[in-house]
């Protein structure tokens, strides 16, 4: 790849997906602005990256907040001149539940807040840099749940769904300005929040979290891995990439 001396804003970068791209970004000499509410979580993630190769930065910031994120963006561009590359994966971990029994404000509405608003302030702020400078990739983590609906789950399937029409609809924005736009829609991805899904879902038909724990444990072989999700971003990202944009690609 081509990335050395670029840089890059992961916001969630403190675990989980997040990590997995900061660190990918930064094997390839990327300097990488972690963002995320876990300050002390981040600071480790950008010292990894200081010792891989790339620049880390450390910023803690609520990506729902508008006035943070262009703070955000604001101290990526001071610290490196410049931004190239947004990978947005931020999100919440709501809980499986039922539309019937679903709290308005306490579920659904924060599950479009953190999952999709986080997303489109992310991208406008980001593209304030990229369009003048005629360059940018953009990739957001969808869901293969924002293709198809399950139950239990419509809060985040609703958030991930628009993602993918958001991503569509800013990539025809940027094209001509040079920037691609695309998201990744992973099935279930090995760590901490399927784990807990199959524990919650396991109390719901009676069995116990330790008994969903299990079952987790017995599927995981079949999950995709956080590092797998982090490669076909670096595609998305890389020169090999170039050539698309607006596309939501599905890997399980």
Not at 148 to 157: E, F, I, V, W
Not at 178 to 200: H, K, L, Q, S, Y
Request: overall charge negative; aromatic content about 4%.
């Amino acid at each position: 790849m081509t990335l050395k001396g670029q840089s890059a804003i992961v916001t969630g970068g403190a675990r989980g997906i997040g990590r997995a791209c900061a660190v990918a970004l930064a094997e390839e000499g990327v300097n990488v602005l972690v963002a995320d509410l876990n300050a002390e979580g981040a600071a480790a993630i950008a010292r990894q990256v200081d010792d891989l190769g790339g620049r880390g930065v450390s910023f803690a910031a609520d990506v729902t907040n508008e006035a943070q994120v262009q703070a955000m963006v604001e101290r990526a561009v001071s610290e490196f001149g410049g931004l190239d590359i947004l990978v947005n994966t931020a999100a919440w971990l709501d809980p499986p539940i039922p539309v019937v029994d679903m709290p308005f404000d306490e579920v659904w509405r924060r599950a479009l807040t953190t999952d999709l608003d986080s997303v489109f302030l992310c991208c406008k702020h980001a593209l304030k840099v990229m369009i003048p400078a005629k360059k940018g990739r953009i990739v957001s983590l969808s869901s293969g749940a924002g293709k198809r609906g399950r139950a239990l789950r419509a809060s985040y399937g609703a958030a991930k769904a628009a993602i993918i029409n958001l991503t569509e609809s800013i990539a025809l924005e940027a094209a001509p300005h040079g920037i691609t736009v695309n998201c990744i829609c992973p099935g279930a991805v090995i760590g901490n929040r399927a784990e807990n899904i199959f524990m919650d879902l396991a109390e719901r038909g009676g069995k116990t979290r330790e008994e969903g724990l299990q079952e987790y444990e017995k599927l995981k072989e079949r999950f995709v891995s956080e590092e797998e999700v982090a490669d076909l971003a670096m595609y998305l990202i890389s020169e090999r990439g170039a050539r698309i944009s607006g596309q939501a690609i599905s890997i399980a």
